[in-house]
């Protein structure tokens, strides 16, 4: 580790890999090392727009002893290959979500990297986030009482493009993913029992044709017998749309929704920059949870969002896959990787 903090470089120059290595780039607290992409062309600008590091092969930057971390930023399928890869080299690993698309796989990753001493950071931005960050202080201080109900909208602008939705694990491991993981977050030690989902295909028929839905809801049950209600939809006229309602025994908190004025009708003019898409949405976000990552490495301590947050969030989204085929509620236990308790001090 050099005196300026963690070495660290980006797999990926796609979108969300442009956005991780400029807040790299920019951070006080690291060294930015570079790119690595198959589109060799793609990292080239990447590294030119930054006007900081190299473009090198995965190889190249997982050889070099110079480097401490890794952000993984690359489509799903090659998650958790690299993930053990760069666990072999000794490096420590931001990877966006999901691990993979499958449990035993997810499972696999995280072994590896306990195994190897390499800390494992997942990409759920919301926990970042300044309003989501306010509502989990609100209910960790008690404010809000015993949590009764927590409901979750969440809204991409626009579809995405049609060749994606086979290789994206569908609307709820894909899009919903991350508001199971926030239900969690935001419940605190109370732990999903049971899901129950239903969705279809109203926008785009052809999203149907593919095996996929672009509409849904999703009705979680808690240990603590609260419940988290979520819906989703592939496309919002009116903009990104990502806001939490949370209802407790002694009063209701909303957030996230300061640009959604009340008694207006929305539509395709109320977009702006903030509403465009998830990147601006969540700029800020994405920039506090690189930062957070630069942290881990440097102080070598445990991660706020962890592999077992992405295992967990990735069970409920196959209940909801399996209630939506299977037309009933299901239990969370009929699903392999349920988190083990701590080991006792």
Known sequence: MRDGGPVVAVFGAGRIGCVHATNVARSPGAVFAGVADVDVGAAERLVGVVGKGRVRSVEAFLSDPAIDAVIIATPTSTHADLIARVAASRKHIFCEKPISLEIDTTIAAIAICERSGSMLQIGFQRHFDGDFLKAHAAIESGRLGQIRLIRLVSRDRTLPPLDYIPSSGGQYKDQVVHDFDAARWLMGAAE????????????????????????????????????????????????????????????????????????????????????????????????????????????????????????????????????????????????????????DA
């Not at 999703?218 to 990104?240: M, N």
């Not at 004025?261 to 920039?287: M, N």
């Not at 957070?292 to 301590?301: C, E, G, Q, T």
């Open 192 to 343: 999903v029992e049971e899901v129950t989902a239903a969705g279809a295909a109203i926008i785009d028929p052809a999203i149907g044709d593919a095996g996929d839905i672009d509409t849904a809801i999703a009705v979680l049950k808690f240990s603590s017998g609260a419940f988290a209600l979520i819906d989703v939809s592939r496309e919002a006229a009116y903009g990104y749309d990502v806001r939490a309602e949370i209802l407790g025994s002694e009063g209701m908190l909303l957030t996230g929704g300061e640009d959604i004025p009340d008694g207006v009708f929305l539509e395709s003019s109320h977009v702006k920059a903030r509403t465009d898409s998830f990147i601006t949405r969540f700029a800020d976000a994405y920039q506090r949870e690189i930062e957070d990552f630069i942290d881990v490495v440097a102080a070598r301590k445990m991660p706020h969002v962890a592999g077992n947050d992405a295992l967990q969030a990735l069970r409920i989204a196959v209940a909801a896959d399996r209630s939506l085929q299977e037309h009933r509620t299901v239990r969370l236990a009929e699903v392999p990787g349920a988190s083990q308790p701590e080991p």
